[in-house]
């Protein structure tokens, strides 16, 4: 059976903006284009989609799944298994926040923020606060990312971290860090960030410049899917373009 783009979106819930994005970078191209021009799938590109959710859940970069499910030695039982292993930690969780409220429900007045377990969430959150306060900027984010769904915001997130992939491209190849290459990758992820985040001043740009190599877990996160080095790389071509 054939589906339209629009039936897919229906039956899946991705939306058709990010079923497209899917086909703009070979994630999930349709099964044939007629002459029409519309996008039509078939049972095998729906089970295709269903492990990509899958390992979306896992919070995978899109270029990651790609080469993964592309490659001839793929085994979807290892990333059922990881995806298991994932919906029972989630499981966990909302069977804690189920007896909270039963004992809520009980009369029962102690206190136990425990079940909520989002320490790591409100710490970023937090961090944002202090980094932006009340800024024009924060309130841009605020509203943009409030208007995606949660396809959306991944489509935006993972559009910045290919700018991160040409850093770190840039880097393997050999290219300099003042280079015109270089220095044209800032101004692109200056530009996407203003495009899809917020006003990226230049300012704001050189603090970026600066957390992305200062803070632990930013470097770590862009070193591990772009390669090691990356962040700084990224750093001093933002310094560059800014001169």
Known sequence: MMRTVNQVSKLTGISIRALHHYDAIGLLPPTTVPEAGYRLYDDAALKRLETIMLFRELEM???QIKALLDAPSFNEKPALMDQRELLKLKAQRLNRLIEHIDKQLRGDETMDFSAF???E???YAEEARKRWGETDAYREFEQKHGA???PESS???EGLMRIFDSFGELLRQGESESGEKAISAACALKNY???NFYNCTDEILSGLGEMYVHDERFRANIDERCGEG?????RSAIRAYLK
């Open 121 to 123: 969430m409100e710490k």
């Open 230 to 234: 990356s962040a700084q790389f990224a």
């Open 61 to 63: 970069p899109f270029s």
């Open 117 to 119: 377990d989002s320490k």
């Open 148 to 150: 995606r769904n949660a």
């Open 155 to 157: 489509d935006a997130a």
């Open 193 to 195: 960030i203003s495009a």
